[in-house]
Each structure stands twice: as C-alpha cells, then as structure tokens.
C-alpha cells in the first residue's frame, strides 16, 4: 500500500458528514514499562500525544509516517516513535513482543470482512499473554458515497486536536458488534465497549 487512502481531503457531493464527535484521551494511559505498537499511527499520532513515551508506530503510507515525522511530534513529546512501514494484516513483527496494541480510526481502512480478521489474529499473534488491544473507529452504517466524521480529540495538558477521518466507496460498513467478533474469533475477551454512536471503544485482551 503506497498511498494513504482518503486521510487526504475528500471531494465528493453525496457525503454523510457527522461533526462534533468528541474522543476524550485525557484519562487513556498504559503502564510505563509495557511496549505498545500504535496500528495506523500516521496522521496525527493521537495515541502517542496521548501516552507521551516511546511506542512503535505501524503505518502502511510511507508518506504519512514523512508526514507525522515533519510536524516535529517526536520533539514536542519528547519521546520516540519507532516506525516501522508495513501492513496490519500482515505485521512485519515478532510474535508476542508487545503488552499494548491501539488502533485509532484505523480499523474503518480494512474495509473486507477478511482484512479486519486478518489484523485481529496478527493483534493476537504480536502481543504478550494478558496483552490488551485498545481501539476507537466508526460505526459506519450510511448508504451515501462517502462517510466523514470530524472528531475533537482531547489529549491531556488542554490539549486539543481536531481531525476529520473519512472513508468513500464499497464497503465501508462497520459495526461495534461485528468488530467485537472477529476480536472474540481471534481469541480475546472483549473487557469494556462504548459507544457514543457514531464513534466507539472497545477494550480487549490476550487471555
Ligand atoms: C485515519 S488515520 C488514523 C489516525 C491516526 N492514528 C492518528 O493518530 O491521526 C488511518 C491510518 O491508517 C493507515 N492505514 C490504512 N490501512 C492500513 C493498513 N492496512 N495497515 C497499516 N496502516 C494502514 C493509513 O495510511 C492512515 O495513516
């Protein structure tokens, strides 16, 4: 994958567009010592302005991860994202080297049944036993074109980021529920779910 589907600005005239979705990240934190992979980390890196220490960020757009290097993230936060340009289905990584895997509006990009599967069991494969999967996206249920939400991320310190995420074409529906299985088929537990349609978070874990 060359290209970073539709994080680019969207030009279409039959579009849903749901704005004032908000994503509070203020209480989101993860143990100092463990080792989280950000999936989809490009963009705006939320989750690392979130937990503030070294992550290792997967990205299949070698020009967003050009991108989020240039915005001068890194030297804000004042730690380290160790990118690594490959696939969520198919993950260039060990097996069980990770405590934390997150997935930020990411999800919604693996648009086949079988893609989101894929990125479930190579979840399962990556992280540790007791290991946690922490993941925001869309319930996307919209028979117009294209599917934009406009989100205010709240990020700790007052810190605040706006960010449109979109995604246009065939199948682009996507449902907690159905997420939540191809998480249990992969074999974790699902541990907490909201949903403030039509953005929602699931927790899971590696029993
Ligand atoms: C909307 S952005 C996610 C927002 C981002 N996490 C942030 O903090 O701003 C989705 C990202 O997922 C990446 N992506 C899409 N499909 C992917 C895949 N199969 N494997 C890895 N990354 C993918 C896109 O290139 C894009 O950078």
């Known amino acids: 994958m060359g290209k970073a589907e539709l994080t680019r600005p969207i030009s279409a ?11 509070d990240l203020r209480d989101f934190s993860v143990a100092d010592s463990s080792d989280v992979l950000d999936v989809g980390a490009g ?16 990205e299949a757009a070698e020009e967003e991860i050009d991108a989020t290097k240039e915005k001068g993230i890194e030297d804000a936060v004042g730690a380290k ?4 340009q490959g696939d969520a ?3 260039p990584l060990d097996d069980e080297s990770f405590d934390v895997v997150t997935s930020f509006f990411t999800c919604m990009y693996l648009r086949e049944q079988e893609s989101k599967q894929q990125f479930f069991n190579e979840c399962f494969r990556v992280l540790r036993s ?3 999967v922490h993941l925001w996206d869309f319930s996307i249920k919209t028979d117009k074109q294209v599917f934009v939400g406009k989100l205010k991320i709240f990020l700790p310190d007052n810190e605040v980021v706006n960010a449109s ?7 682009k529906e996507q ?3 159905a997420i ?8 974790f537990v699902c541990e907490k779910q909201e949903l403030k349609c039509p953005s929602f978070y699931i927790k899971f874990k590696k029993p």
């Open 13 to 23: 005239k039959d579009v849903e567009e749901v704005t004032g979705i908000e994503v």
């Open 43 to 58: 963009g705006e890196a939320v989750i690392f302005r979130s937990i503030r220490k070294d992550i290792f960020g997967l």
């Open 81 to 84: 994202i160790h990118w690594i």
């Open 89 to 91: 289905r198919e993950m």
């Open 130 to 132: 007791g290991g946690e």
């Open 165 to 171: 995420y979109g995604l246009g074409g065939e199948s």
């Open 175 to 177: 449902t907690l529920e």
């Open 180 to 187: 939540i299985d191809y998480a249990t088929k992969a074999g």
